[in-house]
Nanobody, 125 residues
Framework: QVQLVESGGGLVQAGGSLRLSCAAS????????RGWFRQAPGKEREFVAA????????YYADSVKGRFTISRDNAKNTVYLQMNSVKPEDTAVYYC??????????????????WGQGTQVTVSS
């Protein structure tokens, strides 16, 4: 069973930057899309960004558009989330996810088949 392993979380001051990584445990693992979600205490898991593995089309939640960038490294089978100009409201556990098949909107948790364990991001004011 393939695993998605996130890294890069931590504590950052408001206005700062952080880069999250998500690597698949198997280099040969193929996915149609990879996404990032986040969940703050007492809130539902929400969509952050997604990228189509073939072609590289990207999608963002309005709350992060212009501040966060999702990218991929095909050779490393890794997806990244560059977080700039972070705000205290970005504080959450961030999860990466992989969807194996197309014909999905990629902004809902049910669109994805595999999930990482999550990495904590805390933004101090």
């Amino acid at each position: 069973q393939v695993q998605l392993v996130e890294s890069g979380g931590g504590l950052v001051q408001a206005g700062g930057s952080l880069r999250l990584s998500c690597a698949a445990s198997e280099r040969t693992f193929s996915s149609y899309a990879r996404g990032w979600f986040r969940q703050a205490p007492g809130k539902e898991r929400e969509f952050v960004a997604a990228i189509l593995w073939s072609g590289g089309s990207t999608y963002y939640a309005d709350s992060v558009k212009g501040r966060f960038t999702i990218s991929r490294d095909n050779a490393k089978n890794t997806v990244y989330l560059q977080m700039n100009s972070v705000k205290p409201e970005d504080t959450a556990v961030y999860y990466c996810a992989a969807g194996r098949y197309g014909s999905r909107t990629w902004d809902r948790p049910n669109d994805y088949d595999y999930w990482g364990q999550g990495t904590q991001v805390t933004v101090s004011s």
